[in-house]
């Protein structure tokens, strides 16, 4: 919902940062997975109880995703690195649920599996309708400049780091907050099925 809208606050510092790297020899890939192993290293900080640390892991990853894609415009965008840098966000996105799993499984497994059960749903409907989007020849830009078309939704990339912030900042909240935001989860996944069925199936008559 506010990823779109947050996109000229962040893409300046991030398109420097970018460059600044290009010129180290850094490379987008080198990015991304530096980013994915530090957000990885946020869920023993979690089972550990040590959510400042996690926080901060957290807040890595998130930059890391900001620059690689920002380095990759400065250099050579590739599908290869889109491909990597998709796959390891949704990795990173299961793992922080498990982190508070682990740390307390008597309050927080079951709302985690729930809040899981619900990344499922946002995940799948998002990756479906950006397949049919490229087959289609579907374009834009709102997100910015990305590897491919998705539809947007109520809860998106920012939102979801400000309930993995508020969690590590609340971690005896973590059960209420999880199921709230598995509720905005459930509500982005059905206004996109709604919104891809609609729309495929315009384009459909269109061509009958």
């Known amino acids: 919902m506010f990823d779109s809208r947050l996109r000229p606050l962040i893409d300046p510092p991030l398109n420097a940062g970018g460059r600044a790297l290009a010129r180290f020899g850094v490379s987008a890939d080198q990015v991304t997975l ?6 990885l290293l946020a869920v023993p900080s979690l089972w550990q109880g ?21 380095l990759a415009r400065a250099t050579a965008p590739s599908d290869r690195g889109g491909f990597l840098d998709i796959c390891l966000d949704f990795l990173f996105y299961a793992a922080i649920p498990l982190g508070f799993a682990l740390a ?7 709302v985690a599996a729930v809040l899981l059960a619900s990344f499922i749903g946002t995940g799948t409907s998002f990756l479906a309708f950006a397949i ?28 979801t780091i400000g309930c ?16 709230f935001y598995a509720a905005l989860c459930a509500i982005t996944t059905a206004t996109r099925v709604v919104r891809g069925w609609h729309t495929f199936a315009a384009i459909e008559t269109q061509r009958s």
């Open 34 to 39: 530096g980013g994915f192993v530090l957000g």
């Open 50 to 70: 040590q959510y400042g640390l996690a926080l901060a892991l957290i807040a890595l990853n998130r930059l890391a995703d900001g620059l690689d894609g920002a």
């Open 104 to 110: 307390d499984p008597s309050r927080n497994a079951l």
């Open 132 to 159: 049919m989007a490229e087959k289609h020849q579907l374009t834009t830009q709102a997100q910015g400049k990305k590897s491919f078309y998705y539809l947007e939704g109520l809860t998106e990339g920012a939102e």
């Open 164 to 179: 993995f912030v508020l969690m590590c900042l609340l971690p005896n909240w973590f059960a209420p907050l999880a199921l």
